[in-house]
Nanobody, 125 residues
Framework: QVQLVESGGGSVQAGGSLRLSCAAS????????MGWFRQAPGEEREFVAV????????YYEDSVKGRFTISRNNAKNTLYLQMNNLKPEDTALYYC??????????????????WGPGTQVTVSS
């Protein structure tokens, strides 16, 4: 059974940091791009960041550029999202996702095949 499980969410004050992890099991995603998305209450799920299978290509949503860093450890089958200088508008449920399409770097949620259940991030002002 393939699973993605996020961890590392929590409540922080504005300006604080959190590091999210996404552990994959049931298959390896070492040859697949993986991404982070988030969804705030009443909002659409939105793209946050994506990383290529090798880790040499990354893309970010404009509002998180310079504050968030996506990375991966293929040996551990784990994806990360380091979030610094957090803002109240970053409050959301954060999801990791895996894209099975070879070579694609995608920013649309519908292009991803596997999803974790999400981890809550709450940033207070």
């Amino acid at each position: 059974q393939v699973q993605l499980v996020e961890s590392g969410g929590g409540s922080v004050q504005a300006g604080g940091s959190l590091r999210l992890s996404c552990a994959a099991s049931g298959r390896t995603f070492s040859t697949n791009a993986m991404g982070w998305f988030r969804q705030a209450p009443g909002e659409e799920r939105e793209f946050v960041a994506v990383i290529s299978w090798s880790g040499d290509m990354t893309y970010y949503e404009d509002s998180v550029k310079g504050r968030f860093t996506i990375s991966r450890n293929n040996a551990k089958n784990t994806l990360y999202l380091q979030m610094n200088n957090l803002k109240p508008e970053d409050t959301a449920l954060y999801y990791c996702a895996a894209d099975l399409a070879f070579g694609r770097i995608a920013a649309q949620a519908y292009e991803y095949d596997y999803w974790g259940p999400g981890t809550q991030v709450t940033v207070s002002s």
